[in-house]
């Protein structure tokens, strides 16, 4: 009933070497959502240090970012970090990082970082112009945009379209 551990250990993923026993399908229906369960590769111990290594890297560079709270500055930040490919992880922290309470790095609003995008006058940032339905849109636009350049290139291409067609509202308005 029970294989035994084999002397290789290259393509194993437990640590003691023996191949990870498969899973009990009602135990499974009953503990995840209800999709069919996905195939997944098994790595091997080197690729797995591998993984690690880069994925403290992109974790590395994400804590090392100066926040600046110039919009431009961000997106060319999250644009060159999505050129390194990062992992789910990385990029999740990433977009935590960003946006927090529909805040840059949770402290200056959107509002706030859009007006010093525009280069608009100093009167119009105490004004009630925050809370027209225009700016307010917009404001979502940007947290979207950031949410979306935090996610791997299949989903951005999914969630751009439907994005452009949004900004096409606002450039109408």
Same mark, same amino acid.
């Given at each position: 009933m029970w294989k035994l551990c084999e002397d290789g250990i290259e393509d194993k993923t437990t640590a003691s070497g023996c191949e990870p026993i498969g899973f009990d399908a009602s135990l499974n229906s009953r503990l995840s959502a209800p999709t069919p369960p996905r195939a997944i590769r +098994? /790595?091997?111990? #080197? #690729?797995? +240090?591998?993984?690690? #290594? #880069? /994925? $403290?890297?992109?974790?590395?560079?994400?804590?090392?970012?100066? $926040?600046?709270? $110039? /919009?431009?500055?961000v997106l060319h930040f999250v644009v060159q970090f999505q050129e390194l490919r990062p992992d789910l992880v990385a990029r999740a922290h990433l977009q935590l990082l960003l946006i927090q309470d529909g805040k840059l790095y949770g402290r200056d609003p959107i509002f706030t970082v859009i007006c010093r995008a525009a280069a608009s006058p100093e009167v119009l940032k105490n004004h009630d112009i925050q809370k027209n339905e225009f700016v307010v849109q917009l404001g979502q636009l940007v947290i979207n945009l950031l949410k979306i350049l935090c996610t791997n290139a299949a989903w951005q291409r999914c969630k751009l379209g439907k994005f452009l067609q949004d900004w096409l509202v606002i450039y109408v308005q």
């Open positions: +098994i /790595l091997n111990w #080197k #690729k797995v +240090i591998e993984y690690f #290594k #880069k /994925l $403290l890297h992109d974790l590395y560079i994400i804590c090392s970012y100066s $926040l600046d709270p $110039l /919009l431009e500055a």
